[in-house]
């Protein structure tokens, strides 16, 4: 049993720790960005280490003229990488990092499917999942490690915040976001990519894709991510809007023209 005066101190910092998403969400925030920051980076690093980077100058040319779109919405230098791997996945990081898949590229199968992809990725970024998930799970027990196990990623604590920051699927650990936090990337994320000039009516294309390269599902109520077919719901609720956005975009000459 906890003594009383640690108990406080733990009440107390959790209670400071409270922040709000961008879409109104209580949310507990324990790590101090420059943390987030750190060990972003650090991940970011050894992926480059473990996962060969795509040699493609095309496909490069093409994931950064998507990303740059997005990016230009946001602001500020981000790294983008494209990694030779045949799942079709993405990720953002804490510290400005995109990663893209090569496999990715099968199934966005043009310029809106993906910046789809990477607004939704970069959303998670802007909104501060990764450190609402490293904060949840490691609030107590294992905060004060969070750097060194970064930096050890094969060990079994390393693996497990590898899994929390959005990337584990490299290390055979994945923690899915809950249901409330993708739900809230995929609002942002379609909003980015919409005010970025691209049409978010793919959005509702790519995830068909992705149900049809997936396979059969778990049933939702075994998993923490939504199936495809309620984000397809949720997607095509939230559609409107983005459309308009799309439009005062494209009117103010937003008009992203990538190809592979």
Sequence with gaps: ???????????????????????????????????MTQMGLQAFENIKKETPVDASTSTRRYVNCVAQAIIREVGGSWEIVVFEDESANAFALPGRKIGVNSGLLKVAENQHQLATVIGHEVAHVLAHHSNERVS???????SL???????????????????????????????????????????????????????????????????????????????????????ISGLTAILPNAQRLQREAQQRGKRPACSP
């Excluded at 949840?136 to 294992?142: D, L, N, P, S």
């Excluded at 970064?150 to 055979?172: C, N």
């Design 1 to 35: 049993m906890f003594k009383t005066p640690v108990f406080l101190l733990i009440t107390v910092a959790i209670l400071a720790a409270c922040a709000t998403s961008p879409t109104g969400r209580y949310q507990l925030m324990l790590m101090p960005e420059s943390q």
């Design 145 to 231: 490690g969070l750097i060194t196990a970064i930096s050890h990623p094969q060990s079994g604590t390393g693996q497990t915040l590898m899994g929390l920051l959005g990337v584990g699927a490299q290390y055979g650990i994945l923690m899915p976001y809950s249901r409330i936090q993708e739900a809230e990337a995929d609002r942002l994320g379609l909003e980015l990519m919409a005010r970025s000039g691209f049409n978010p009516a793919e959005s509702i294309k790519l995830w068909r894709n992705m149900s049809a390269a997936g396979g059969a599902q778990p049933q939702e109520f075994l998993s923490t991510h939504p199936s495809h077919s309620t984000r």
């Design 136 to 142: 949840q799970k490691f609030a107590v027990e294992q």
